[in-house]
């Protein structure tokens, strides 16, 4: 056994989370994709099963009270809460992150009182002087003229990219593409909101989302973070930091299941004024009132629209458990000894320039995955898939692998550097 393989042994023997990889339907396949689609929790079936069976095939409409299917969307998300570091009360499951991302964007342009605000604008001025006691660190400054422009990330995840520049047209901003590290130079007092990514999709950078948040707030600008890639993954501190709004979804590093739905986090004290671009009738203040006027229902079920999916929402409640006594700065401790372990074994088993890595060394910029820069990395994805080591590829020469500590193991990450060495040098 090689050097490395018994270091893997000795690591996996002193991981803490090891026995986490049990409450997991898994098998000899190394998966490192969980930050595409987690796997299943193995206590998903069951629960999905009951829903289906007693509470929809017996209960029937009674469930809506009696099964709790009527609260699932902020009871979920107040499970989510601690592990994005939120208070409870301010996150709301329900919808696609594509839509919550569009909720948020024209939400912050109209805290902020951006050009098609309208009486929005009027109403941050109002109430801005009525909350004034609310946090110094987070608080919105939100000019009532001027503010016309939202500031993109330019390598976004393509579909914030369009909802962004849709966003733009339809509040008449104008749309201002830019990498994250020119964003502190592009803010002014024309920037309305701010829509970043905590870790970067392609290139696993993690951004420095305490130091964005306050220079987009020192602009007077509202900060709206995409969390996909980093919500189970690493500590996120979203109170501590002072977001305004945030969005992510639950089927990568939260295991909810294919399509499970997404979440989004509105500051409390931002809460009142939170004036969604999709007022449904599951955020009116009386739902059942079947009033033909929108009243907006206090608190974050405001970022509710209409019907919730339950069927994914009860999978994704059940897929939850996981968490039970598993601390977030546990899990980060561990993704970047596996990560870093990662790099090791393919600097060692990998032909020399062979593949290059495009995820920073620095832990303060890696999230949970290696991104390896590879010629032909849909053909060494293809082979490794074949061989039982499942990563995936991203257009063109990206070959990306996702780890997720609470089923990943350190003997897993050697087998997959050892494998891919092995396809490098035949190929
Ligand atoms: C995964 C991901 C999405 C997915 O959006 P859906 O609406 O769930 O398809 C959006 N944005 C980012 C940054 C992502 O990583």
Request: aromatic share 6%.
């Amino acid at each position: 056994m090689s050097e490395l393989a018994l270091r893997a042994q000795k690591l996996d023997a002193d991981d803490e989370l090891a026995e986490v990889r049990g409450r997991f339907v898994l098998d000899e396949v190394v998966y490192l994709d969980g930050n595409s689609l987690g796997a299943l929790p193995a206590a998903v079936p069951g629960r999905v099963a009951d829903v289906v069976r007693r509470q929809w095939g017996e209960l029937r409409i009674r469930s809506w009270d009696e099964s709790g299917w009527w609260t699932a969307p902020e009871r979920i998300g107040d499970r989510i809460a601690p592990l994005v570091g939120a208070a409870a009360g301010q996150i709301v499951v329900g919808d696609s992150t594509s839509v919550n991302v569009f909720k948020a964007l024209v939400g912050a342009v109209r805290l902020a009182g951006g050009p098609s605000g309208g009486s929005s604008a009027d109403s941050v001025a109002g109430s801005s002087a009525g909350s004034a006691a609310g946090s110094v660190v987070g608080s919105v400054v939100g000019s009532s003229a001027g503010r016309d422009e939202i500031v993109v990330d330019a390598t976004t995840f393509p579909t914030d990219g369009y909802i962004a520049e849709s966003a733009a047209r339809m509040t008449g901003c104008t749309l201002r593409p830019v990498t994250p590290d020119e964003v502190p130079g592009v803010l002014s007092e024309r920037t309305a909101a701010v829509l970043l990514n905590h870790v970067d999709y392609r290139t696993g950078r993690l951004h420095d989302l305490p130091s964005l948040t306050a220079a987009v707030h020192a602009a007077g600008a509202v900060a709206v973070w995409d969390l996909c890639h980093s919500a189970g993954a690493l500590p996120v501190g979203l109170d501590e930091h002072g977001v305004d709004l945030a969005v992510g979804c639950t089927y990568k590093y939260l295991n909810g299941g294919p399509g499970a739905p997404a979440y989004l986090y509105v500051r409390s004290d931002l809460q009142d004024r939170f004036d969604s671009p999709l007022p449904g009738w599951n955020s009116h203040a009386e739902p059942f009132g079947m009033r033909s006027a929108y009243e907006p229902a206090a608190g974050a079920l405001r970022g509710r629209v209409g019907t919730p999916d339950i069927l994914s929402m009860l999978a994704l409640e059940a897929a939850l458990d996981v968490w039970d006594g598993v601390s977030i700065e546990a899990v980060r401790a561990k993704s970047l000894a596996l990560t870093d372990f990662f790099l090791e074994c393919v600097a060692a088993y990998a032909p020399a320039g062979r593949v290059e890595s495009v995820t920073p060394a620095a832990h303060a910029e890696r999230g949970s995955q290696v991104a390896l820069r590879c010629d032909d990395a849909g053909d060494v994805m293809k082979r490794l898939i074949e061989r039982g080591v499942v990563g995936d590829f991203r257009h063109p020469d990206v070959l990306r692998f996702g780890f997720t500590p609470l089923y990943v193991g350190f003997s897993e990450v050697e087998r997959a550097a050892r494998v891919l060495g092995e396809i490098l040098a035949a190929g």
